[in-house]
């Protein structure tokens, strides 16, 4: 695990000892996270799929049992599936498994029910444990145990966008999680500050041992330009200038493609902003609630980061610049990461940034201007495994650094997200360099 | 009520003798009904709409309710709403009343869950009863609390083919019913035989006092020519002909539209029918089964009804021949309704039509050749209920004789069912004409 | 022929007398039409399709000659097709011939260019002049060769709304026609009056020997109430004041599906009518000017007619009401028809209707509420001739009388033409009925 | 210019020493090419736009010109411009300028026909060269004479692509240029081998100060690690062989949005290949006619580029490799190019390579793994000409290298040529890396 600088819990040493105890415990912890994610929810809003990159909730919880089943438990000749049909049903994408169930008809099934899709978690989850105390385990499965964990991680952090999407579609915007009663004291954000690099030839990916996903291989030499890195994420009070500038008028601001996107889908403010009674509000997990100036904004699609960067005289970062960002003191604190926020009872939600100290990572993740693609000499995975990332390296955009819905010990400097230059739905924001 | 030719027990009486009391029972007998018709559902099965035409049962269960709160309790002003937002949540399309939550966007919503349309529905039902007996009832009032339970009945045979095509949409083909142990002894059907009527000067449309919607209304007069009906419905063995004489490869039987259509939708043959293994199957409410060909084939559209016709060297009946033919003795007896099966506790399914003697009605509706036009002085009903038919008399074609999934006190023989000539999902078959 | 009420030149003995040599000029005559329609037009004008609808003029100028080739010619083994691949290229929807080349794709096509479409036109003209002088001709082949012209007088009128509409595309707003310099005096429209008619059972449809389409046929009974006919067409002030009244905006007044076509297309008024500086303008086959009030209105659709009937208190006729309004003699007169307004040099486009007399027929096709279906009896034309008109029968609607662009010798009062309810750009307008 | 490498000609002198008389010369024979392509065809095939993507012949004639008369000649106050609605009409994505006539609906004007557009051309001809001789020129003028020659070569490149679009559309396949009468006698294509690189941190992009487009500057250093590079392209044989693998049948060989977008298109081969009766024909400006299977393959997409290089256990060179290849004095000669073939009467169609020597450019563009970006500093152009490059740089790929239809006195090794990943009408090929 490569968590020693945003995570300096114990767990990054589990794989380290490879006592089967301790990788049963974080087997436990993380299969059940992805169960509390679904505990305020009613077995109705489990079964939503609002549009077609959303999956429902027991999709969700069905599918990262699936993974474990089929790349992990299947091997095994005396392994008894749950229901054979779910091979076809829950597999998300892999061509090398077999044919998929369509993508955007997962929300015309009901069946299994929640209930019988928490038996099938139960089923796989007795079956890894069986797994992980019986054998003389083999690195390449511990590997995948490894993956399939990181996996349900993932799945973890849609599982919260994707709920806040189904849930903003209700025109009676129900709260995923109860209101916190007292209001945090508003704090002012932090000045927005600089911080300088020089031109340098340098290395980028990932260089430990532990796991990190094959698409942040291997580690390289690069040549970057100096350059300079803003000490925050644009706050909600920021964005909303740009907006009343005319931002979302003026092509000269946007791309070509982003300009066509904003006009044929009227975007007129981030996804989840509502202007009501002259006053914007905001819809979070918490329900709908009046706009805080101070937060960093979020729910941006690239095109409008962009837009907004050309509009502010910067530019986005490339995602060589953000990584070397995190190698200075001065940014690379632990960030806002979701299993702190659950931990207290805080929301689901991006924190105002104040000053000092100022947060590199956590909570909002950031565009940069890189387009998603493989680094040189990079390898995908061998076998199905191999369609995890590298087959998706078209017509996406690197994003940094995790969110209020991502855990801490799934996150990284070197990590690579990415999406579609006009997705939303997750907890994109942005971070100006120039 | 206007069932006595078709449902001669004492419920036709309940108008007549306007005793609160019966009325009160009347009401709370349909209510029940469409419980009853959820009770197999689970929460996430009432969450679905599989396409636009159909609609989640928990919107039925909140829409029928809706009704009687808007058109009935709404107009008192001692009335407290259960939800103020519901008007518009559940509002179908009724822009006299106000803007409606849109149609294809029904199965986005999760919240209100099953649990709390279920206090809904006795929220109005509580208030139904209060202004039952408490009141100097009007005859409008009267008659809007009759469009209530009408518009309630119509509604609970969209349930049942509407969780039909959800049901369908799983690969795990889940049953709605369980199957029943013992399959009924396979009856043969009956011979196929013609009934010849003259040519005539006569009247059609809805002639007594009870209820029956305003599209039933003036009775007037139309020249019918001569013509012959048939004594039954095609079977499934009669169509399967029909595809295997290459029905569905032939545009010369085919409309203009339904050779598009059925090209577009890749159709080749009646929805729900399947392949396997060489053989045919079809999915009913009780799951995947064999096809059985003696039954009455159901689920065509009008296209695929008229191509039928067509290739047999007939054609369909106009709704006049087919009201006319209700005249005749020897076919209007009493068919096979939903009402009947439920208490036999037998699938919502059409039977085989066995000899003698034959029915007229129920079991599956008829395409009919006639476009849903209004009558030679036709009214709509004042008000928003005048929205209830006449805006749809464009474009799609009369059913007649209700189905396996019609209650027979909803039905009669005047009765104008209307659906667009592509639609497959009600309980759609077909009865020759020449 | 059948245009005795309408058109009583000697044209209509041609048949009569079977004397080769007036069929050869007739044959000559409406041939010689179709090229005269694209004189004023560049070949650039002849190769765009506006939409689905709408065909290149090149294609109308080579189907209409492929008609005869493949109906009349084709079947003489000596005939030596123009180009072989014409069969495909030039065949509209006649399945029972072969194959079609894509409707919505006939304007991606530049070869065969006008000319070489030309000679293509004369080598069928000459085949058929031989053809004609050569042979015994059997009454079937007869049939045919009427057909075929019928055929091209229908394309005819389709070339003129179609170039229109092409023209209507460009912002520069080119004229077909020159303008007449001397605009028409202003004449005042008659007042609307009301003809009556009583209750009767009367007969309806072709009775002639001579050419009727198969749609007209046979002759039949029905029964009609009494009801009265307006004694002109709407005119454009009347249809303005309709729009003025908030006539786009109230559901009340529009089917349901022609207030889906209406919001979705965003329809504000007629086809072609334009505002510019707070002025009505129109565009015409002579160029946009101000819309004139007294004119007939035209280009609306059958929603449009069936919503300003609705405003306007009245309902527009079912098609044999139209018919019987041709029995009245105060109304059935010789209307304002294509071959007029050609010799007199005059615009195509509507007249307006001055008082008295009145006109039945000609200026604009007449939208009936009355679905185009199959009279009893109909009996389509044997072979691929049957594909002519049976197969459209559903979903489009009956207009009755001709328009400004039908030829006189082509049309008569028992004439179905017929267009779905969203069609716009015929010359169709409005006659109520009460 | 820049043309040092490619194009020894005296052309490159031109601006050098800035002599009116040569850049009025320079002028003209560019204008004149642009005439010179439509030359072979008529009125007809100059309406036509047979995809978004495609232009009409007539608008490229027109737009050319709308170039020089919005950004040289209006300036001028005393300039008359031809038509004021042209600005309009003609405008493709200068949304500085002002709006613009739909792309995608070019297709449906005819007017101004094919002769006023060449009286448009002459019009804006005159007033250049009366431009070009009567005044002092500034260096800012001069520089937007240049690109609007510039700009005009890569309109006649589109001209070509998109004609040969239009041709292919129809089922005649109608030749652009006359078939040569005694085909090529066939060479082979020369056996592919490989060039190394070294590891080393070079410098990259223009480094002149003749004209270069913006998004070739500025030159900046960047590191490339070790690298072989392909000496000639893929030919029609290799990808065949690649097609006869099942190569459009294996997912695993697709990026995940290549494997859609051929599956929705139905892909089974590169654009313009067509099997009959058993064997591969190809499409070209010559008409129909047998694969020639040493020739380089053409019309691919960037997605079929991907997955035949990864099926060939390479992969696509960065376009850093690519012009680092440029540098190797045993590739970069020169190579195929449209003025070359137009002297020689040779068709616009690539050349087989044959060995030695070996072409780095010209035939094909050559599709890169590089994601269309802007260099470290990159800087638009000021006003309206900054919509020129900038505001693409999303979702396309780089491509490099000239193809048979481009001009040599317009093409570098720092040109940098984008579409989006499933573009196929250019010349688009491919050069493997490894």
Known sequence: MSLKTTAPQGDE???????????????????????LITQPLTPEDCVIQSMPDVSPMRWHLAHTSWFFETFLLSSNTDYQ??????????????????????????????RPGLSEIMDYRSHVDAN??????????????????????????????????????????????????????????????ADLQWRSFPSELTEFGYAGDDFAFDNERPRHKAYLHEFQLAT????????????LDDGYRRPELWLSLGWSAAN??????????????????????EGLRPLRLEEPVCHVSYFEADAFARWSGCRLPTEFEWERGSDNKSLNTAGVFFDHLLQAKQPI????????????????????SSSYAAYPGYQAEAGALGEYNGKFMCNQYVLRGGSCATSSDHIRPTYRNFFPPDARWQFSGIRLAR
């Open 13 to 35: 040493t589990i794989l380290a000892d490879s006592s089967n105890s301790q990788l049963a415990r974080r087997f436990q912890q993380v299969r059940e996270r992805s169960k």
């Open 81 to 110: 599936p749950f229901n054979e049909r779910f091979e076809y049903l829950f597999n998300s994408y892999y061509n090398t498994v077999g044919q998929q169930f369509p993508r955007h008809q997962r929300g015309l099934l009901s």
């Open 232 to 243: 925050r994420c644009v706050t909600n009070g920021e964005y909303l200038e740009f907006m």
């Open 128 to 189: 890894v444990h069986r797994w992980l105390t019986s054998q003389g385990l083999s690195a390449d499965e511990l590997k995948v145990l490894e993956i399939g964990l990181q996996h349900e991680q993932q799945h973890q952090e849609l599982m919260l966008t994707d709920i806040k999407h189904i849930l903003a579609c209700n025109p009676l915007f129900p709260a995923y999680q109860l209101p916190n009663e007292q209001p945090a004291a508003v704090a002012s954000s």
């Open 349 to 368: 939600h991006p924190q105002t940034e104040t000053s000092p100290p100022t947060h590199l990572m956590g909570n909002v993740w950031q565009w940069t």
């Open 264 to 285: 044929q889908a009227a975007w007129s403010g981030p996804l989840y902003w509502i202007e009501r009674d002259g006053q914007w509000h905001e819809f979070t997990l």
